[in-house]
T-cell receptor, first 111, second 114 residues
Framework: DQQVKQNSPSLSVQEGRISILNCDYTNSMFDYFLWYKKYPAEGPTFLISISSIKDKNEDGRFTVFLNKSAKHLSLHIVPSQPGDSAVYFC??????????FGAGTTVTVRA | DAMVIQNPRYQVTQFGKPVTLSCSQT?????MYWYQQKSSQAPKLLFH???????NEADTPDNFQSRRPNTSFCFLDIRSPGLGDAAMYLCATSRGYSENQPQHFGDGTRLSIL
C-alpha cells in the first residue's frame, strides 16, 4: 500500500519560473519529510527536509511547505534552472528507521 | 570524497543463477540499507543493518539475503533470480536513525535477468 504519493509523474517549466512539486501521504504517524533529487545514472541525493513541527523550511532556491491537516507537502524551486532537471522523490519517516518514498516526479526545465 | 560505492553498475545474470551485488562506504556510517527500485516506482526497502544487527522487511522475498562482514561493506545476494527481480538496486547509508541523519545513496546497480 503506497503511503506516499506523487501524483504528477512529470513537470515541465520554463527556466526562471517556479517549479512546484506536490506530495501526499496517508500515514498520520509520519513526522519527518524529505526531498531527494536524482540525476540519470546517479543515486538519489538529499535535497531538503522538514519536521512535522514546522510548516516551512527554506534553503536557497528550495522551499518545502507542509500542511499536516491536509497530509500534503510541496517543494518550490525558484527560480528554476536547467541543472534542476532531474527526478524528485518525496519521502516520509515515522517513529522508526523506515523511509517511505513516492514514485518520483520528473522535472524538465526548458531554456 | 567520502561516498557510497556500488559495484558493478550493471549486472546481467541468467534466470536462476545466483548473483551478488556489492556496496562499500567511506562515511563510517552505522546503518546500511538495500532498496529495490523498479521502473517508475518508488524505491522499496528490502532490509538494513544497524552495525551487525540485521533487519529484514516483512515482505522481502526469501530469495534475497544480505551480508555485512564489516562496517564498510554490505552485499546483496539473490539466490535464484527470477525475471521479476530485474530492477535497480540501491544501497544507502546513514549515521543512525535520527531525523538529522539523512540517508546517502550509491549510484545503484541495474540488474538484468536473461
Amino acid at each position: 500500500d503506497q503511503q506516499v504519493k506523487q501524483n504528477s509523474p512529470s513537470l515541465s517549466v520554463q527556466e526562471g519560473r517556479i517549479s512546484i512539486l506536490n506530495c501526499d501521504y496517508t500515514n498520520s504517524m509520519f513526522d519527518y519529510f524529505l526531498w531527494y533529487k536524482k540525476y540519470p545514472a546517479e543515486g538519489p541525493t538529499f535535497l531538503i527536509s522538514i519536521s512535522s513541527i514546522k510548516d516551512k523550511n527554506e534553503d536557497g532556491r528550495f522551499t518545502v511547505f507542509l500542511n499536516k491537516s491536509a497530509k500534503h507537502l510541496s517543494l518550490h524551486i525558484v527560480p528554476s534552472q536547467p541543472g534542476d532537471s532531474a527526478v524528485y522523490f518525496c519521502a516520509a519517516k515515522g517513529v522508526e528507521y523506515k523511509l517511505s518514498f513516492g514514485a518520483g516526479t520528473t522535472v524538465t526545465v526548458r531554456a | 570524497d567520502a561516498m557510497v560505492i556500488q559495484n558493478p553498475r550493471y549486472q546481467v545474470t541468467q534466470f536462476g543463477k545466483p548473483v551478488t551485488l556489492s556496496c562499500s562506504q567511506t562515511l563510517n556510517h552505522n546503518v546500511m540499507y538495500w532498496y529495490q527500485q523498479k521502473s517508475s516506482q518508488a524505491p522499496k526497502l528490502l532490509f538494513h543493518y544497524y552495525d551487525k544487527d540485521f533487519n529484514n522487511e516483512a515482505d522481502t522475498p526469501d530469495n534475497f539475503q544480505s551480508r555485512r562482514p564489516n562496517t564498510s561493506f554490505c552485499f546483496l545476494d539473490i539466490r535464484s533470480p527470477g525475471l521479476g527481480d530485474a530492477a535497480m538496486y540501491l544501497c544507502a547509508t546513514s549515521r543512525g536513525y535520527s531525523e538529522n541523519q539523512p540517508q546517502h545513496f550509491g549510484d545503484g546497480t541495474r540488474l538484468s535477468i536473461l
